[in-house]
C-alpha cells in the first residue's frame, strides 16, 4: 500500500503540469490570433485619407474579429475581406475655429481621425455610387476599405479608392 503513495502522487503531480502546460498553449493560441491581422508596410492613401504602418509596439485592445463583431454585431469577418493593422489620418481642412471643436486641430489643420490605432478591411470592390447625382463609376478595379477603431470597433471612415485607369 505505502507503494502505490508516491505513485498516485506523481500522477497527480503529471496531471497538474500537464493542465498547466495546457493552459498556456491555448492562452499563447489567443494571442497570436489577437495579433493576427498583420500590419500595413507602406502608406496607403485615398482621397486624403492616409492609412500608414503602425509603430511596432502597437497594442490594439481588441482583435481584428472582435472589432468586427462590435460594428457589425453578429457578423464575422467575410472570407473575401483582408484586414491589416495602421494608423488612420483623416483630414478635414484648414482650422474652423469654433466650429472644429468637435475635430482634432494640429498645425492649422483640422483632422477627424490623427494617427488613429485601427485595422483596414479590404473589399475587393466599391459599391457603385447610388442617388439622383451620383457620379458614373470610374472604369477599372477597386477597392473599398473600412477603416474600424483597434480600440473601441467604432468605424472611422470608409473610403473607395478608385483606379487610375
Known sequence: M???????????LGLAVLA?????????????QAIAAPPVTTTITIDGTTFAPPPSNATPALTAAQAFA?????????????????????????????????????NG???QSLNELAYGFEWSTCPPPSGPNAPTPS????????FIDANT?????????????
Not at 470597433?153 to 485607369?165: D, W
Open 70 to 106: 462590435t460594428w457589425s454585431p453578429g457578423t464575422a469577418i467575410p472570407s473575401q475581406v483582408s484586414v491589416q493593422l495602421g494608423l488612420v489620418t483623416v483630414p478635414v481642412g484648414p482650422d474652423c475655429g469654433a466650429e472644429c471643436s468637435n475635430l482634432i486641430v494640429q
Open 20 to 32: 498547466a502546460a495546457l493552459a498556456a498553449v491555448l492562452t499563447s493560441i489567443g494571442h497570436a
Open 109 to 111: 489643420i483640422a483632422y
Open 2 to 12: 505505502q507503494l502505490r503513495r508516491p505513485f498516485v502522487i506523481t500522477g497527480a
Open 139 to 146: 472604369p477599372g478595379p477597386s477597392i473599398q476599405w473600412n
Open 153 to 165: 470597433g467604432h468605424q472611422i471612415i470608409v473610403e473607395c479608392q478608385r483606379s487610375a485607369s
